[in-house]
């Protein structure tokens, strides 16, 4: 589970509104848009994984729980729940009387109980479904077992008691539970229903019922349009639409101008608007460790990383911060904050210099021949790669080219090792450290490095939660660092921008989720 930022823009404006062209609004709805980068195409909650179907997930779908606008787990669809003293039986018991709810909010005769829960957890671990959320509810009884197939789905640690109460039974302890009951795969799914779309289900507004606050009022090409019955000043209207006509304005410009009620920004450009930052991206330089490079040599790495982050200065465009690390401030493991967690990683080389002189011996310098230093254009760190650059010239007599190739290059020679020194962006993919890690693993490890230790420990994570998992993943950042094929250089800034006025969104960038549950735009 990743940590989620909670923002409340508090700065009150005149009010403004937007039509909802192609979904039937007005200009007197109170409305959200967000632009994606693809039109949502799967509304089924226990296997949605992109962004923009994620988001249309947690708006369209109640779960148990929800996040309220100060941050806090609140009941959603259940009334109450309790936890056992040992912490491995929790029970819900929901609200009565509720119902789904189908296309442009039309009443139906699909009632919302414990019995839709047990379905959808046994979705999530029926093979054939392939969630990805089997992995953060692996500590629920069985799991592993019904997900394999060497169990039946009725042995699964999910059960109801009668229609409203629910209970799950775990085979170890999980202090993050309630927090991933919050995600998509959690939410409710009707048998009955879900038989009836014959393989459709959530792929077309028909195919579709809504447990939450908002229902599917429109989906085109234009767009997905939900819309809920909510008294001003809870917006009522949510538009998830393509930008194709502002592309060439920053976020900032587009909120100005009414295009869009938040946007994601990489820039340090000056703004009024409230702001949430954060990073899910550490620059790094990569040594190509494969066998009979020049870099195999791991002194040799250790001395150029010692030398490199001795003379490294950050840049000061507002882009950059510095990092302790490869993972970046902010992450979360199963709700634990990894960076606090894990600590300061990065290697101390003391006498980075005598250690290069070590490693020397037995060299020519002709194994140096054809070394470069590749970087994608617009990086904004070619200062910084001349930096370095000029300290192993000073210290080391070597002085390597440095090669700037377009964006698609780039990755094309990474992810083919077809580099020497890189300076790369790692990003954790859904704000996950599993997956930064992971990119250094096996047979695919972008340094060409393959270690078994490493690759084992970081498959033993995965079946591990909490406080022992962030160790495990600690030891692989650790170990990762110290061989230096990796040297972390700077963490890349991003941040949300939000109108003014809007007050009560939940907000986090990894899982990803934007809940508009909450909130209000005066």
Request: charged share 20%; hydrophobic share 40%.
């Amino acid at each position: 589970m990743n940590r989620f930022l909670r923002m409340t823009a508090v700065v009150l404006a005149a009010a403004f509104a937007f039509l909802l062209a192609g979904c039937g609004g007005s200009s007197a709805s109170t409305s959200f848009t967000w632009f994606v980068d693809n039109i949502p195409a799967n509304l089924d909650p226990q296997v949605a994984t992109k962004a923009e179907d994620v988001i249309a997930c947690e708006n369209l779908y109640g779960g148990l729980v929800r996040r309220n606008a100060s941050g806090e787990l609140v009941p959603d669809l259940c009334e109450r729940w309790e936890i056992s003293s040992d912490g491995l039986t929790y029970t819900f018991y929901l609200k009565s009387g509720l119902t789904y709810t189908g296309t442009k909010g039309a009443a139906t005769d699909y009632a919302i109980t414990a019995e839709d829960f047990v379905y959808a957890f046994r979705r999530v671990f029926d093979p054939q479904t392939a969630s990805p959320y089997a992995v953060e509810f692996s500590a629920i009884q069985n799991s592993a077992a019904v997900l394999d197939g060497t169990a039946d789905p009725g042995t699964l640690g999910v059960s109801a008691i009668g229609e409203l109460t629910l209970v799950f039974r775990l085979s170890e302890r999980d202090d993050t539970f309630l927090s991933k009951l919050t995600l998509p795969g959690a939410m409710p799914c009707d048998e009955a229903f879900f038989e009836s779309t014959r393989g459709t289900y959530g792929l077309s507004s028909t195919s579709t019922l809504s447990s939450g606050s908002f229902y599917i009022y429109n989906w085109t090409a234009s767009g997905l349009f939900l819309r809920r019955s909510a008294a001003s000043p809870l917006v009522n209207n949510l538009r998830l639409v393509q930008n194709t006509s502002n592309t060439d304005k920053s976020a900032a410009q587009l909120i100005a101008d009414e295009k869009c009620s938040a946007a994601l920004d990489d820039t340090a450009e000056a703004t009024s608007l409230q702001s949430v930052e954060y990073s899910d991206t550490t620059w790094a330089l990569l040594f190509n460790a494969s066998e009979g490079s020049v870099f195999a040599v791991a002194s040799l790495r250790q001395a150029l990383a010692g030398i490199a982050l001795q003379n490294l200065s950050v840049p000061s465009s507002g882009l950059f911060t510095e990092v302790t690390g490869l993972v970046p401030d902010g992450l979360t493991v199963d709700g634990i904050d990894y960076r606090d967690a894990a600590g300061d990683l990065l290697p101390t080389i003391p006498d980075a210099k005598a250690l290069y002189m070590q490693a020397r011996q037995g060299m020519a310098s002709s194994d140096f021949n054809g070394v470069t230093i590749l970087l994608p254009q617009g990086s904004g760190l070619t200062e910084t790669v001349e930096q370095i650059n000029g300290a192993w010239q000073k210290d080391c007599s070597l002085f390597f080219s440095v090669e700037e190739v377009p964006q698609e290059e780039f990755d094309a020679r990474l992810a083919s090792g077809k580099y020497t020194i890189a300076l790369a962006p790692i990003r954790a993919e859904g704000g996950s450290v599993y997956q930064m890690l992971q990119q250094f693993a096996g047979d695919n490890s972008l340094t060409g490095l393959t270690d078994p230790l490493y690759t084992g420990t970081l498959s033993e994570s995965i079946q591990r939660t909490g406080t022992a998992r962030c160790q495990l993943l600690r030891d692989c950042e650790r170990q990762l660092l110290e061989g230096c094929t990796v040297v972390p250089l700077a963490a890349q800034q991003k941040r949300l921008l939000v109108a003014d006025g809007v007050e009560g969104l939940v907000f986090d960038p990894f899982t990803p989720v934007l809940d508009l549950t909450y909130t209000t735009k005066n």
